[in-house]
T-cell receptor
Framework: AQSVTQLGSHVSVSEGALVLLRCNYSSSVPPYLFWYVQYPNQGLQLLLKYTSAATLVKGINGFEAEFKKSETSFHLTKPSAHMSDAAEYFCAVSAGMEYGNKLVFGAGTILRVKS | ETGVTQTPRHLVMGMTNKKSLKCEQHLGHNAMYWYKQSAKKPLELMFV???????ENNSVPSRFSPECPNSSHLFLHLHTLQPEDSALYLC????????????FGPGTRLTVT
C-alpha cells in the first residue's frame, strides 16, 4: 500500500524565514504527489502537484516542492514566510490503480508564523 | 457559484435526528468524494462516486448513507449518529477517479449531541 509521512506535526518559523515542510512517501509505482493547504474552517486547497514531468514543481502563493526519487521525498518550501501562510498543510500521494487511484493523505503539518 | 459548495456549513443534531449534507460541484467533474476530518486523525475517505455510481465504500457505518443523483450533486444522509461522528465532513470532486487533483468544498462542521 502507498503511504505518506509528514515529519513534524507542528512547524514554527519567523516571518521572512524559510519554510520547509517535509513529506516522505512510499509507493510501488511512480507516484503522483500533491500538497494541499487548509485554513481554519475551510476545505483543502491545492497548492501544487507532481505528475512525473519536472522534478521541481512551482505552486501558488510562492510555494514549490522538489520530487526526489532517491530519497522518496516531496518537501514543500517557500523562501520567505508570510503571516498569511499560517495554516495546516497536507501531503498526498495517488495510490495507484490497484487501490483505485485514490489519494492517500498525510497527517498534516500545522505551520505557525511568528511576527 | 464556483468550485465546490457545501450546505449547511454547520449542523448540530441529536442522536435520534435525521439530516442530510449537500454538496454541489460547478467544475464539470465526473467523480465526487466524501471525507471525514476528525481532530488529530488523518483525513478519512468515506465514499467515492464515479459517473453517479458508487465505486468505493470504506467500511463506513450504515448510519451514513450517500446519494449521487447526478454528476454535480452529492448528498450524505445521516441518521442515529453517535457523538464520535462529530467532525468536519468534506466533499471533493475531480475530473475522474485516478491520479487527478481533487477540489474540496469548505466542509460541514457536524456536532452530534
Amino acid at each position: 500500500a502507498q503511504s505518506v509521512t509528514q515529519l513534524g506535526s507542528h512547524v514554527s518559523v519567523s516571518e521572512g524565514a524559510l519554510v520547509l515542510l517535509r513529506c516522505n512517501y512510499s509507493s510501488s509505482v511512480p507516484p503522483y504527489l500533491f500538497w494541499y493547504v487548509q485554513y481554519p474552517n475551510q476545505g483543502l486547497q491545492l497548492l501544487l502537484k507532481y505528475t512525473s514531468a519536472a522534478t521541481l514543481v512551482k505552486g501558488i502563493n510562492g510555494f514549490e516542492a522538489e520530487f526526489k526519487k532517491s530519497e522518496t521525498s516531496f518537501h514543500l518550501t517557500k523562501p520567505s514566510a508570510h503571516m498569511s501562510d499560517a495554516a495546516e498543510y497536507f501531503c498526498a500521494v495517488s495510490a495507484g490503480m490497484e487501490y483505485g487511484n485514490k489519494l492517500v493523505f498525510g497527517a498534516g503539518t500545522i505551520l505557525r508564523v511568528k511576527s | 457559484e464556483t468550485g465546490v459548495t457545501q450546505t449547511p456549513r454547520h449542523l448540530v443534531m441529536g442522536m435520534t435526528n435525521k439530516k442530510s449534507l449537500k454538496c454541489e460541484q460547478h467544475l464539470g467533474h465526473n467523480a465526487m468524494y466524501w471525507y471525514k476530518q476528525s481532530a488529530k486523525k488523518p483525513l478519512e475517505l468515506m465514499f467515492v462516486y464515479s459517473l453517479e455510481e458508487r465505486v468505493e465504500n470504506n467500511s463506513v457505518p450504515s448510519r451514513f448513507s450517500p446519494e449521487c443523483p447526478n454528476s454535480s450533486h452529492l448528498f450524505l444522509h445521516l441518521h442515529t449518529l453517535q457523538p464520535e461522528d462529530s467532525a468536519l465532513y468534506l466533499c471533493a470532486s475531480s475530473q475522474a477517479t485516478g491520479p487527478y487533483e481533487q477540489y474540496f468544498g469548505p466542509g460541514t462542521r457536524l456536532t452530534v449531541t
